[in-house]
């Protein structure tokens, strides 16, 4: 069924092969004998590569590819298949189009860094993703909406088929419902405990204020008693101070008694006593 | 006229052109007559090549080639090495879809030479597919043989509204964002 031409055999047939000398392998070598050529050296010049086969190429075409078989490929000109052959051409009009502007672009490509084109690869590829993800999207409602339309149709019907299926529907619909209210009830009970945590949270910021306040309170406490302290001892002082003063202007004035009356008071002990007692400094210091 | 280009040359009407390169022309030979026989409604010319450069005395002969099929033998270093030498001739713009890296002989996993690592590297640095099978069974070849239509007539423009750079895109890991 498959035909399979040799390219070479017909081509190699009537020109001699001259032989050159970068070519180390069997004669039906289709390696290009202009050695000269700029095409650098393929796989026969590299000697050390275990025994590289020459660049052979053989091509296999089947004999009839249409399974309509007959006469020629293009015996067939049917509409189905001319209008196939025609998008077809379209999409390969299409391709060399983006070729070219491909090839066209790269006119301005040596001012272009590769952040720049790095980034527009992402914005691009980011572009594709969300195009994929749009599309997706819009395939699961279209197909929704096309299961709605036939269960509507088959409802139409009415039959033992459409009784079941709106049963089935009623069932869901309760159970929706139920599940509906169980969640209202879990996101109340939810509610209530964030509040409690809330409160909760609250009351230890309160309380830990409170604690941070008290040594505060005590320290302001225990100056307000030293400087009371140091009050009543000032308010002492004074009073000791004027007491002296008292005691002193009287011991004088006893003295002053004393010497005034003439009295010899060394030949008395008890008034010697008195008088050297009246003597002494109150003062401490 | 060493290099290859896509878009040198018209395309033929209703008909895809795959190249094959690769040391095992046997194997070659086998896959190329798997692939004629699948069903398709489209012409298929298949060459077969051992390396690139292709001889440029049937450039003018030549049609279009629309996909390129780099045969990777994952038992043979050497294999992997024309590969990578063979790459050099082939367009850039050729790696927008047009090429793809078929590795063989995966069935017994005793014998590699190559890690599957270095071949899918590969296909990530030029952003093509990278498609394992086994050739020798017949199930296997057959299941190529139809993806190697497929990509063949995406690759040749003949599905409407996919073209192949939707291979490029395709390829693109979700984890990459």
């Known amino acids: 069924m498959a035909a399979v031409t040799w390219d070479m055999a017909p081509a190699r047939a009537p020109t001699p092969i001259p032989a050159p000398a970068p070519a180390p392998a069997p004669t039906p070598t289709p390696t290009p004998a202009p050695a000269p050529a700029p095409a650098p050296t393929p796989a026969p010049a590299p000697a050390p590569t275990p025994a590289p086969a020459p660049t052979r190429e053989l091509e296999l075409t089947p004999a009839s590819a249409w399974s309509q078989g007959g006469g020629g490929s293009y015996g067939d000109v049917s509409v189905p298949t001319l209008l196939r052959l025609r998008d077809r051409m379209k999409e390969q009009l299409a391709e060399y189009e983006t070729a070219i502007l491909a090839g066209q672009e790269n006119l301005f490509g040596h001012g272009i860094e590769e952040n720049f084109i790095q980034s527009a690869t992402q914005d691009l590829e980011r572009d594709i993703e969300e195009a994929k993800v749009s599309f997706q999207n819009k395939m699961l409602a279209l197909q929704r909406i096309q299961i709605m339309d036939a269960l509507r149709n088959k409802f139409k019907q009415d039959d033992e088929d459409s009784r079941m299926i709106l049963e089935t529907m009623k069932h869901i619909v309760l159970l929706s419902r139920t599940i509906i209210d169980y969640q209202q009830q879990v996101h109340q009970k939810e509610e209530q405990l964030i509040n409690l945590k809330r409160e909760r949270l609250s009351l230890k910021k309160r309380g830990g204020e409170k604690l941070q306040q008290i040594p505060t309170m005590m320290k302001r406490q225990k100056e307000k008693q030293a400087s009371v302290n140091v009050i009543e001892t000032e308010k002492m002082l004074k009073k000791l101070e004027k007491e002296r003063q008292i005691i002193t202007i009287i011991k004088n004035v006893f003295q002053n008694v004393i010497i005034g009356s003439r009295v010899n008071w060394a030949e008395d002990t008890s008034l010697k006593a008195i008088v050297l007692q009246l003597e002494k400094n109150v003062h401490f210091q | ?177």
């Open chain 2, 1 to 177: 006229m060493a290099v290859l280009r896509p878009f040198d040359k018209l395309p033929k009407l209703n008909s895809g052109v795959l190249l094959f390169v690769g040391s095992d022309e046997e194997l070659q030979r086998r896959l190329a007559e798997t692939i004629l026989q699948e069903k398709k409604d489209f012409n298929i010319n298949i060459h077969l090549a051992t390396s690139l450069p292709l001889p440029s005395e049937r450039d003018h002969l030549r049609p279009r080639i629309d996909l390129v099929v780099f045969m990777i033998d994952i038992k043979s270093k050497y294999s992997l090495k024309n590969v990578e030498t063979s790459l050099a001739y082939v367009d850039a713009s050729y790696f927008l879809g047009k090429v793809c890296f078929l590795v063989t002989g995966v069935g017994r996993k005793n014998d590699c030479s190559i890690e599957t690592n270095a071949v899918c590297k590969l296909g990530e640095a030029y952003c093509s597919p990278v498609l394992f099978c086994e050739l020798e069974l017949e199930g296997v070849r057959v299941a190529t043989a139809q993806r190697l239509v497929r990509m063949l007539g995406i690759c040749a423009g003949h599905i409407p509204g996919v073209s192949a750079l939707s291979f490029v895109s395709l390829m693109r890991k979700s984890n990459d964002d």
